[in-house]
């Protein structure tokens, strides 16, 4: 769960507040529209799976505030926002304003159109998800309607992993190069089978 929170609050969501910064003294909407596609994100996990947790104070510890205990804002209030957020960066990817450096985007090589897919595709997911607790049909048909969605998997947020470091999977890093103690043979299973000479212990203990 540490894990999970150091992932995508202090990591992921700063990250993209740093982009929409320097986005916006660009004067770039493109990238504007991509940080704040990634923060809705990353808030919606961050929310659902703690229910409330910092939003509108989030974020502030090294700004002009210096805000380090930040409020706590409802569940309901962070999925008003977040809704919001992809409504803008929607429009922030129509005005056409700035570019996406293909160099860096290693999701979609600068292409807006399918950020632009993703965003909306993402608040879709995300009406669908609160559609018990309030009528969002009107704005479920609007998105059909007008707005640019998945219509294939070539259209997925997906990132591709390279075969070595920086660009490995971190998962497999982990797990398969790394030092994950609750992948080790216990002593109980090793002093057993060494104590009947099993020929299934090498096999138990090997590295892969």
């Known amino acids: 769960i540490q894990g999970l929170w150091n992932t995508m609050y202090a990591d992921g969501l700063m990250d993209a507040k740093i982009m929409y910064d320097l986005a916006v003294a660009d004067n770039n909407s493109a990238l504007q529209g991509v940080a704040m596609t990634i923060s809705a994100y990353y808030f919606s996990i961050v929310t659902d799976a703690w229910g409330d947790v910092p939003f509108t104070e989030a974020l502030q510890a090294g700004s002009a505030t210096g805000i380090i205990t930040p409020k706590y804002d ?5 999925y008003t926002a977040i809704l919001a957020m992809l409504d803008q960066a929607n429009d922030m990817y129509a005005s056409g304003v700035g570019t996406i ?23 879709f997911r995300l009406l669908m998800r609160v559609s018990s607790k309030m009528n969002v049909s ?5 998105i059909v309607n007008s707005r640019a969605v998945f219509t294939s998997n070539d259209d997925n947020a997906g990132l591709t992993y390279l075969g070595s470091d920086p660009n490995a999977n971190p998962i497999f890093e982990t797990i398969i190069n790394g030092n994950r103690a609750e992948f080790k043979v216990s002593d109980v299973l090793v002093d057993m089978l060494d104590a009947t000479s099993d020929p299934r212990l090498p096999v138990y203990a090997g590295v892969n």
């Open 101 to 123: 450096n293909g160099d860096f985007d290693l999701v979609y090589q600068g292409d807006a159109s399918k950020w632009q897919k993703f965003n909306n595709s993402l608040k």
């Open 74 to 78: 409802t569940q309901d209030g962070i």
């Open 138 to 142: 009107s704005q479920l048909q609007e």
